[in-house]
């Protein structure tokens, strides 16, 4: 059981280029989400989704698309990299709202110059 | 929207001693989970122990045990017989009980160090 698996763990962009992080999970969650995390700063909330088809907006989402076509996998997309999106980006899923806790990817580590 | 406080950026205990992180946070929500994840140097993101705000026992894990005072919006971990792999950030998070997803709101961590 892999669990939150996250490709790739380091990556580095020039400003204006484009870049798919990968979130793949096998557990079967409904419930999966994305998160940035910045020196000083706790983990904001990306964009999540509720199931395959469905996603929203979370605290930070300007820069990012994502999709959900299957229950496994939630790629956040960069369409035009900036400096600012300089984070280490975690994905995480759960069973379902509130009651489960969210089981985390390694997360990946993304520098934009 | 929540707001989650941790005001100690950064903790020391030697080993096999005890330390209490502290986390308030601030909600308009009457039912709502608490968490304490704990991320060391590999970058994981551990859930260390959880809390349902409907129940007024404290929660433990092992060396790990919650202080929860729903009235005063505290909840705080305490670490007892701390080890070396204690070393870490610990996120205090909140998140909401009802609504549409799991959303977590995160404190900004207080970075513990373990000393021998």
């Known amino acids: 059981n892999a669990g939150v698996t996250q490709t790739p763990k380091f990556q580095v962009l020039k400003t204006g280029q484009s870049m798919t992080l990968q979130c793949a999970q096998d557990m079967n969650h409904e419930y999966m989400s994305w998160y940035r995390q910045d020196p000083g700063m706790g983990l904001r909330l990306i964009h999540y989704?509720?199931?395959?088809?469905?996603?929203d907006q979370g605290e930070v989402p300007n820069g990012y698309n994502v999709s959900r076509s299957t229950t496994e996998d939630f790629p956040l997309r960069l369409l035009s990299a900036a400096p600012s999106q300089t984070s280490v980006y975690f994905c995480?899923?759960?069973?379902?709202?509130?009651?489960?806790?969210?089981?985390f990817g390694d997360g990946t580590r993304l520098s934009i110059l | 929207a929540q707001t989650v406080t941790q005001s100690q950026p950064e903790m020391s205990v030697q080993e096999a001693e005890t330390v209490t992180l502290s986390c308030t946070y601030d909600?308009?929500?009457?039912?709502?989970?608490l968490f304490w994840y704990k991320q060391p140097p590999s970058r994981q993101m551990i859930l260390v122990i959880r809390q349902e705000a409907y129940k007024q026992q404290n929660a433990t894990e092992n060396r790990f045990s919650v202080n929860f005072q729903k009235a005063a919006k505290s909840f705080s971990l305490k670490i007892s017989d701390s080890q070396l792999g204690d070393t870490a950030m610990y996120f205090c998070a909140f998140m909401k009980s009802t609504g549409t997803a799991s959303k977590l709101t995160f404190g900004t961590g207080t970075r513990l160090q373990v000393t021998l």
């Open positions: 995480a899923s759960s069973r379902k709202q509130g009651i489960q806790p969210q089981h």
């Open positions: 909600t308009s929500e009457s039912n709502y989970y």
């Open positions: 989704s509720v199931g395959a088809g469905i996603t």
